[in-house]
């Protein structure tokens, strides 16, 4: 065993060697994202929607996305359903998978915001450190935290997926809010009572927060 554990980390370090002496990644060498911003008339930024399950995230995600485009300007949403039957689609729910998941998310977001586009991100990312993590690799002035906040038992009750339900009854193991913490941003851009909004109402007052910051 520890022949094994010691050629495994053998095998990463010569790995991430080849990798480093290999590996040459093209930024923007010819098209700086500035171009990009300029062609598409908006400021490129990443809009992290964090919450509980059911807490409504992607339901606004998908409104503002709408809005966004009828007001002139080029969104695109990633959310947990569309990301994990594709790129994440091997990653389970402990907290160690969720954090590549989200690793992996915030490096597709860096590139749509080097692309010019403006990505609604809709994820759980339950605790600080995860979402810190995202938020240092797409850069801090990119990162704009939407704190999308409901009570546990309203969430509970909306439960459109069962996932409650399943998480009450012991099927599914370390679900967030249940058996696994939520740990609510201290201070995020914005915060959307969903328990006391409509969706147009909380999509709404986060347009009309963003918009300064996605303008030319």
Request: aromatic share 8%; with cysteine.
């Amino acid at each position: 065993m520890a022949f094994l554990r010691k050629n495994k980390k053998s095998y990463i370090i010569n790995n991430k060697q080849q990798m480093a002496d290999n590996i040459h990644p093209i930024f923007d060498r010819l098209l700086q994202r500035s171009d990009r911003e300029q062609r598409l008339s908006q400021k490129s930024k990443v809009l992290w929607l964090t919450g509980l399950s059911g807490s409504g995230k992607s339901t606004i995600a998908q409104h503002l996305e709408r809005k966004l485009h009828n007001e002139g300007f080029f969104a695109q949403v990633l959310d947990g359903d569309n990301i994990r039957s594709g790129i994440n689609n091997n990653l389970g729910f402990s907290l160690e998978d969720r954090q590549e998941n989200v690793r992996r998310i915030a490096e597709v977001a860096r590139l749509y915001l080097n692309s010019g586009i403006i990505t609604l991100n809709s994820f759980i990312s339950p605790t600080r450190a995860i979402r810190q993590m995202a938020k240092d690799i797409i850069g801090e002035a990119d990162f704009v935290e939407i704190y999308v906040n409901a009570p546990l038992e309203v969430c509970e009750k909306r439960d459109v997926k069962g996932l409650y339900a399943k998480a009450r009854s012991g099927a599914i193991k370390g679900f967030t809010g249940i058996d696994a913490p939520y740990e609510a941003p201290e201070q995020p851009f914005i915060e959307i009572r969903t328990d006391e909004m409509s969706i147009e109402e909380a999509v709404d007052a986060i347009y009309n927060k963003i918009v300064a910051v996605i303008s030319l």
